[in-house]
């Protein structure tokens, strides 16, 4: 691609490519080497064999323009992962819900390409985003050594400082199921600095097009064709002849979405919504306020005076939002809009509805009503929950298998500090953070040991008391005659 292409974009034209390389190789690498399941997302079985390990040598596919502007792609496996979480339901009950959350992920060699290319667009969306002065303000899929918790701080301890102020927190309906094609490629072509009569260079049109004119096949198909788990699926000559021919592979003919799961899906998210970005950022800053954008989750504080009606604040930026959000040829969830009031009453920061009830929000994973810092409801129930369900296989096994003491270390390694990677780990660093004493006091080891000898002493009286049940119902044994 000739760099008179780029003229007017001063990063790309300094943009050192083979330590981009280098960097990228040693990320990749790390993924494909590493043991442990949650960080490999490279094992997974596919139309293509899983790659064991990488060699610069071998990677003309992933760094040549010439040879990704003719690579053929495989289509993607859909897939979902099922979300259960408890919601109060018309009469105020809480049942147990299921949310089935559609993930579409491609072959390993295409994974790889896409993998490149996101890393890529990344540094410049990176540069990109200062320029602009938004990179405050968007949080995700982002390199900045920090987590969700550190961003929910920042939003809380913005509000703190505040005397007034309306939070409005949004969703976006769909989000990536909707990206609007035309809007994907014209900030495409804003992050690569190209003007927009220009066409993209052919290695990302065919990037592009395979993202966004994607092919796919439901996993259960796959399966009940090719009944295999080592290797790959099948070979491209069986893939031609029971999938290719007999029209299973589904092509997305729409105009909008780009699969939720690919490794390019993060930055184009990103990109798509740089115009909003600059819009609400001018907009919030203005106010004096806070906005930031997590994906499809938006947060907006806007201060206000005595003198300011705060219903009339809110609604004219609920407006505001909303037409640029439509702007983008996205949309707006109605129902999961969340509107809170804090005030400064007598020294204390209270939280409210606009009908002044007492109330808290909700930021990533951390709920906040003006005093207390906790995690929400839902992450304290999803853990009571699975703890009751590990115990109860546990004392089941216990009861009717041959052992001499009640296998606690598995249970301790999952739901206290004993072991790794759990929620309680989780739970302390967000207490470490946010300085929460609420959620101090429910992570000592005192109260969870407690709680989980009590869950495991009144699940043992449970399924005792089910088993002498069963065993007076049984039928007595006739005599031998």
Same mark, same amino acid.
């Not at 839902?378 to 369900?389: A, C, E, I, V």
């Given at each position: 691609?000739?760099?008179?292409?780029?003229?007017?974009?001063?990063?790309?034209?300094?943009?050192?490519?083979?330590?981009?390389?280098?960097?990228?190789?040693?990320?990749?690498?790390?993924?494909?080497?590493?043991?442990?399941?949650?960080?490999?997302?490279? /094992?997974?079985?596919?139309?293509?064999?899983?790659?064991?390990?990488?060699?610069?040598?071998?990677?003309?596919?992933?760094?040549?323009?010439?040879?990704?502007?003719?690579?053929? +792609?495989?289509? $993607?496996?859909?897939?979902?992962?099922?979300?259960?979480?408890?919601?109060?339901?018309?009469?105020?009950?809480?049942?147990?819900?299921?949310?089935?959350?559609?993930?579409?992920?491609?072959?390993?060699?295409?994974?790889?390409?896409?993998?490149?290319?996101?890393?890529?667009?990344?540094?410049?969306?990176? !540069?990109?985003?200062?320029?602009?002065?938004?990179?405050?303000?968007?949080?995700?899929?982002?390199?900045?050594?920090?987590?969700?918790?550190?961003?929910?701080?920042?939003?809380?301890?913005?509000?703190?400082?505040?005397?007034?102020? *309306?939070?409005?927190?949004?969703?976006?309906?769909? +989000?990536?199921?909707?990206?609007?094609? @035309?809007?994907?490629?014209?900030?495409?072509?804003?992050?690569?600095?190209?003007?927009?009569?220009? !066409?993209?260079?052919?290695?990302?049109?065919?990037?592009? @097009?395979?993202? =966004?004119?994607?092919?796919?096949?439901?996993?259960?198909?796959?399966?009940?064709? $090719?009944?295999?788990?080592?290797?790959?699926?099948?070979?491209?000559?069986?893939?031609?002849?029971?999938?290719?021919? =007999?029209?299973?592979?589904?092509?997305?003919?729409?105009?909008?979405?780009?699969?939720?799961?690919?490794?390019?899906?993060?930055?184009?998210?990103?990109?798509?919504?740089?115009? $909003?970005?600059?819009?609400?950022?001018?907009?919030?800053? #203005?106010?004096?306020?806070?906005?930031?954008?997590?994906?499809?989750?938006?947060?907006?504080?806007?201060?206000?005076?005595?003198?300011?009606?705060?219903?009339?604040?809110?609604?004219?930026?609920?407006?505001?939002?909303?037409? !640029?959000? %439509?702007?983008?040829?996205?949309?707006?969830?109605?129902?999961?809009?969340? &509107? /809170?009031?804090?005030?400064?009453? =007598?020294? #204390?920061?209270?939280?409210?509805?606009?009908?002044?009830?007492?109330?808290?929000? #909700?930021?990533?994973? *951390?709920?906040?009503?003006?005093?207390? %810092?906790?995690?929400?409801?839902?992450?304290?129930?999803?853990?009571?929950?699975?703890?009751?369900?590990?115990?109860?296989?546990?004392?089941?096994?216990?009861?009717?298998?041959?052992?001499?003491? $009640?296998?606690?270390?598995?249970?301790?390694?999952?739901?206290?500090?004993?072991?790794?990677?759990?929620?309680?780990?989780?739970? &302390?660093?967000?207490?470490?953070?946010?300085?929460?004493?609420?959620? &101090?006091?429910?992570?000592?080891?005192?109260?969870?040991?407690?709680?989980?000898?009590?869950?495991?002493?009144?699940?043992?009286?449970?399924?005792?008391?089910?088993?002498?049940?069963?065993?007076?119902?049984?039928?007595?044994?006739?005599?031998?005659?």
């Amino acid at each position: 691609m000739p760099e008179s292409r780029y003229q007017g974009c001063e990063f790309i034209m300094t943009l050192n490519i083979k330590d981009l390389q280098n960097r990228w190789y040693g990320l990749e690498t790390e993924k494909i080497n590493n043991e442990d399941p949650k960080k490999n997302k490279r /094992k997974y079985l596919h139309f293509d064999f899983r790659l064991l390990n990488l060699n610069k040598e071998n990677l003309d596919f992933v760094w040549k323009p010439d040879i990704v502007a003719r690579h053929s +792609f495989y289509p $993607f496996i859909n897939s979902s992962i099922i979300i259960r979480r408890k919601k109060k339901n018309d009469n105020g009950i809480r049942v147990l819900s299921k949310k089935e959350r559609p993930i579409r992920y491609a072959s390993h060699k295409d994974a790889l390409l896409f993998s490149w290319y996101n890393y890529y667009l990344g540094q410049l969306y990176e !540069e990109k985003i200062k320029k602009l002065g938004i990179d405050n303000s968007v949080i995700a899929y982002r390199s900045l050594e920090k987590s969700s918790i550190d961003f929910a701080k920042e939003v809380f301890d913005f509000i703190k400082k505040q005397k007034n102020c *309306i939070v409005l927190c949004f969703d976006i309906h769909g +989000f990536f199921d909707h990206l609007d094609h @035309k809007i994907i490629k014209k900030q495409w072509k804003r992050v690569l600095c190209l003007d927009d009569k220009l !066409e993209l260079p052919d290695d990302h049109y065919a990037i592009y @097009k395979a993202i =966004t004119k994607y092919s796919s096949i439901d996993l259960e198909i796959i399966k009940k064709i $090719f009944n295999n788990s080592r290797g790959r699926f099948c070979s491209p000559e069986e893939l031609r002849e029971k999938i290719s021919k =007999t029209g299973l592979i589904k092509k997305n003919t729409n105009q909008f979405g780009i699969p939720q799961g690919s490794p390019i899906s993060a930055v184009i998210s990103n990109f798509y919504m740089l115009d $909003f970005d600059v819009i609400l950022n001018n907009y919030i800053n #203005q106010c004096h306020g806070l906005y930031k954008r997590y994906c499809d989750d938006i947060i907006v504080v806007l201060p206000f005076s005595d003198n300011d009606g705060p219903k009339e604040v809110s609604n004219k930026s609920e407006l505001f939002i909303k037409e !640029e959000i %439509l702007r983008q040829k996205l949309e707006i969830q109605d129902e999961k809009t969340d &509107k /809170k009031i804090f005030k400064h009453n =007598t020294e #204390q920061l209270t939280c409210s509805t606009f009908d002044l009830k007492k109330s808290t929000i #909700q930021y990533l994973g *951390i709920r906040f009503d003006g005093i207390n %810092l906790d995690l929400r409801d839902s992450t304290w129930s999803r853990y009571h929950r699975r703890l009751s369900k590990l115990v109860a296989l546990k004392t089941y096994k216990f009861l009717n298998g041959n052992n001499q003491s $009640f296998p606690k270390k598995k249970i301790y390694e999952k739901f206290t500090d004993f072991g790794n990677n759990n929620l309680v780990n989780y739970a &302390k660093n967000a207490e470490r953070i946010l300085g929460s004493e609420l959620i &101090k006091k429910k992570i000592t080891k005192y109260r969870l040991i407690k709680n989980i000898k009590k869950k495991i002493k009144t699940e043992t009286l449970k399924q005792k008391s089910k088993q002498h049940h069963a065993s007076k119902s049984l039928p007595k044994t006739p005599p031998n005659t």
